[in-house]
């Protein structure tokens, strides 16, 4: 069956970096966009950023754009988000994601999260 399974997070100050993975499995991990969402406390899924099945065309939301950088290792079947500058706004649970191909902002499939805290 699918598998997305997160790691890499944790609570840095503000300012400090850190770099999620999301290990892939189950399918032909190089045939499919990948997506990172997001989930603060009391809010709904905000999606973050999306790269291409070959691993170009990174799209970003604004508010993360300078800040982070989507990648995959389609040979690892791995997905990445190096994340810098972190801001306490950055806090929320970190999903990676498989596009559906049917619409934007639609993903089939989720993995259970990492949390990252960003707090001084």
């Known amino acids: 069956e699918v598998q997305l399974v997160e790691s890499g997070g944790g609570m840095v100050q503000p300012g400090g970096s850190l770099r999620l993975s999301c290990a892939a499995s189950?399918?032909?991990?190089?045939?499919?966009?990948m997506s990172w969402v997001r989930q603060a406390r009391g809010r709904g899924p905000e999606w973050v950023s999306s790269?291409?099945?070959?691993?170009?065309?990174?799209y970003y939301t604004n508010s993360v754009q300078g800040r982070l950088t989507i990648a995959r290792a389609n040979a690892q079947t791995t997905l990445y988000l190096q994340m810098d500058n972190l801001k306490p706004e950055d806090t929320a649970l970190y999903h990676c994601?498989?596009?559906?191909?049917?619409?934007?902002?639609?993903?089939?499939?989720w993995g259970q999260g990492t949390q990252v805290t960003v707090s001084s």
């Open positions: 189950g399918f032909i991990f190089s045939s499919y966009d």
């Open positions: 994601a498989r596009d559906s191909g049917r619409a934007t902002y639609d993903w089939d499939y």
């Open positions: 790269i291409n099945n070959g691993g170009g065309s990174p």
